[in-house]
Nanobody, 127 residues
Framework: EVQLVESGGDLVQVGGSLRLSCVAS????????IGWFRQAPGKGREEVAC????????YTSDSLKGRFTISSDSAKNTVYLQMNSLRPEDAAVYYC????????????????????WGQGTQVTVSS
C-alpha cells in the first residue's frame, strides 16, 4: 500500500519561507513521480510542481516559478517543496501525490494524473 505523509505546513508571515516534505512508502521511489498540489477554500485543486524520480525531470507551475522549488532525496524517499516569498494567495492545503508509471511530467502535473494522494498539510500566510 502506497503511503504519502506530508509535513512542514505552518503559519508564516507574508514574505516568509517554508519547506514542505512528502515521505513516500510502499512504492519504488526511484521509478516514481511525485507531485505537489494545493487547494484553497472555495477553489479547485491547483498543480504546484512535480518531479520524476526516474530522470529528475521537473515541472513547476508558471505562476510559481522563481518562488517554489521541488527537489527529491531518494535516500530518504522524500520530496521537498521549498516555498519562498510567500503571499496570502499561497495559503492552502498542500497535498503530495504519486504514480509509478511514467508519462511526460508536464502532462502528468497539469492533469493531476496521480494514483495515490496524501492527507495534506496546511499552509497559512498572514499579512
Amino acid at each position: 500500500e502506497v503511503q504519502l505523509v506530508e509535513s512542514g505546513g505552518d503559519l508564516v508571515q507574508v514574505g516568509g519561507s517554508l519547506r514542505l516534505s512528502c515521505v513516500a512508502s510502499g512504492l519504488d521511489f526511484d521509478d516514481s513521480a511525485i507531485g505537489w498540489f494545493r487547494q484553497a477554500p472555495g477553489k479547485g485543486r491547483e498543480e504546484v510542481a512535480c518531479i520524476g524520480n526516474v530522470d529528475g525531470a521537473t515541472y513547476t507551475s508558471d505562476s510559481l516559478k522563481g518562488r517554489f522549488t521541488i527537489s527529491s532525496d531518494s535516500a530518504k524517499n522524500t520530496v521537498y517543496l521549498q516555498m519562498n516569498s510567500l503571499r496570502p494567495e499561497d495559503a492552502a492545503v498542500y497535498y503530495c501525490a504519486a504514480r509509478e508509471d511514467m508519462i511526460p511530467i508536464e502532462i502528468m502535473c497539469k492533469g493531476g494524473d496521480f494514483h495515490d494522494w496524501g492527507q495534506g498539510t496546511q499552509v497559512t500566510v498572514s499579512s
